[in-house]
């Protein structure tokens, strides 16, 4: 189940999408429907909070530039970076020319468009390009032991573009920053009702055999929780804070 809601602090936080699927399918993949559904009903947000499971480079570029929706959330690390590894910031990129050049002033042997296994533990392939050092430069390379083990050269998996490649680096960065943690904060407020769903709705549990019934269950289960918020809000009740458990509230306070 993939919920939508409002997290504006001065009104209630109220689902305004709801779309179900089964489990097997990936986060990022259901975006253009759920936007499709809030455009559909003139709900569609400026700025859009998600989690890790929705961005992609892709998704980022495709909101902004086909709906003007800015999407907000964690970027996954740079699956070219290990413990030891230079990470893909520590090479140089020459797009025109289809070269990198990586920290020890060496250039690239190979580049080539393929498809790669997606990391994300889903199944499917992904569009890369493929880049590779030549061995006879790795192997007397005295940064050898910070980028690779590999006998045959040291490989790197870049995005198919380089304005998606671009824009993960500059995501990453700002995943780190204050104000990107200030912004991204109120998205905590879906868990929040992930949980009261689940504690007072039942969510767990599908009440009917197949997709449409369970698609129905959940969208009265959503306007159910939207007639307790409000009915909260107008009795002045405002929403839990977030829990937190008894150890940590023995943390002094900052
Ligand atoms: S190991 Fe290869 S790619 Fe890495 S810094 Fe040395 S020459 Fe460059």
Redesign the pocket.
Known sequence: MHLTETCDPQSPNLITHVVTTDASVQDGTMLKAIHTGLAGRGRLPALHLVDAGYIDARNVLAARRELGVELLGPVRPDTNRSAQKFGTDAFTIDWDRQTVR???G?TSVVWRNKLHDRHDGHRGRDPVIFVR?AAR??GP?P??DR??ISQS??TLMLRPSREEHELLQQARMLNQTEEWRRRYNPRAGIEGTISQGVRAFGLRRCRYRGYSKTSLQHLFTASAMNLTRLDAWIGGVSPAGTRISRFEALRPAA
């Open positions: 990586c920290p020890d060496r050092f430069h790795c390379c940064l050898r980028c690779t050269g040291r």
